[in-house]
């Protein structure tokens, strides 16, 4: 029998998950079920992508071994609620909605249940997005496994404890936006010295791309990929320096800390 995976939300997060199971072949796209308030985007995802929809809420959850809630943190209780009955202990759900812990979810459901709360972060639209992924003790080492699969599918996935939820959504959930506006102000330095503004968003864009990949394909520090830069008496230990006159490495750990506090605050 096939494994099948139904999707409460179609929006842009959950288009960029649909995606990527059907790209990386995890699921056949006919296995996927999806159901959304907003009936004509059902539609148009069903007739792009050739996935199963249903306009009926209860029909999803009763033919989907996996759940994913793609819905805003405060429609999720009510929508567990009203799914509850059909709702079995064997199949596992999995919430992406930020501020909404696996307590809740057990309080609406049971402490049976297998219930999956992910952190993902919007760069999942272009297949490269960073899942945090923390389960209760109901989740088996397979199926926790298949979960970071799931998550895989469109960039990286890792497990960790749900105290460190608040932490990803400091460092990953949130950040996109603080690299735009790194990009941004780039992209503005650039434009002051005289050069066009989307030739400036290129350049900007592509250096922080290549940056972050250096990164990750080098397995080196950052401080010592810096410092590969860095030449004595150069221009970028001149930028450096101005940046830490700035406040720069402080601006930015209180950024993260400001959005896990506030995330913390929503639990």
Sequence with gaps: MAKTIGFYGTGNMGRAMIQGLIQSKLYEPKDIWIYDVYQ???????????VTPTADSDTLAKNSDTIIF???PYVLPDLLK???PNLTKEQILISVAAGVNIATMEDV???EHKIVRVMPNTPALVGEGM???????NVSAEEQQAVLEIFGSFGKAQAVTENLIDAVVGVSGSAPAYVYM?????????VLEGMPRPQAYEFAAQTVLGSAKMVLETNQHPGA???MVTSPGGTTIEAVKTLEDHGFRSAVMNAVQAAAKRN???S
């Design 40 to 50: 004509p985007l059902v539609d148009k995802l069903a007739t792009e992508l050739g």
């Design 70 to 72: 793609a819905v805003k």
């Design 82 to 84: 009203e799914l509850a």
């Design 109 to 111: 459901l049971s402490t």
């Design 131 to 137: 899942s945090a992924v923390a389960y209760n003790p």
């Design 182 to 190: 790194f990009i941004e102000a780039l992209a503005d330095g650039a």
């Design 225 to 227: 990929l810096k410092d």
């Design 264 to 266: 913390a605050q929503l």
